[in-house]
């Protein structure tokens, strides 16, 4: 089903708690840059693997096919902000 992309989902950043509005059009990475949260990155292509965080709760799609993560960290729950859209609520906490 295709999201709405107006739809606007909170984001919570652990372990500081800082939290933010992202789109569902947008991602978790420029969100959070928008509103003023630190988040690390370096390539915004989903390949370079600076901004990997955890998805502690919450739903989201990344939006390539293949982000540079491994069918092991995917199942483990690591996301890559930079190309990842939120579906719901999250909390996330950045790091591997
Ligand atoms: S900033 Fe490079 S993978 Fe996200």
Do not use: N
């Not at 292509?45 to 600076?50: A, E, H, K, S």
């Not at 799609?61 to 190309?83: M, N, Y």
């Amino acid at each position: 089903m295709m999201p709405v992309m107006s739809e606007t989902f909170r984001v919570t950043v652990l372990p500081g708690g800082e939290h933010f509005d992202a789109p569902a059009g947008q991602t978790l990475l420029l969100a959070g840059l928008a509103a003023g949260v630190a988040l690390p990155w370096s390539c915004r292509t989903g390949t370079c693997r600076t901004c990997i965080a955890r998805l502690l709760s919450g739903r989201i799609e990344h939006r390539i096919p293949w982000p540079g993560l491994s069918c092991e960290e995917k199942a483990d729950g690591f996301i890559l902000p930079c190309v990842a859209e939120p579906r719901s609520d999250v909390t996330i906490t950045c790091g591997p």
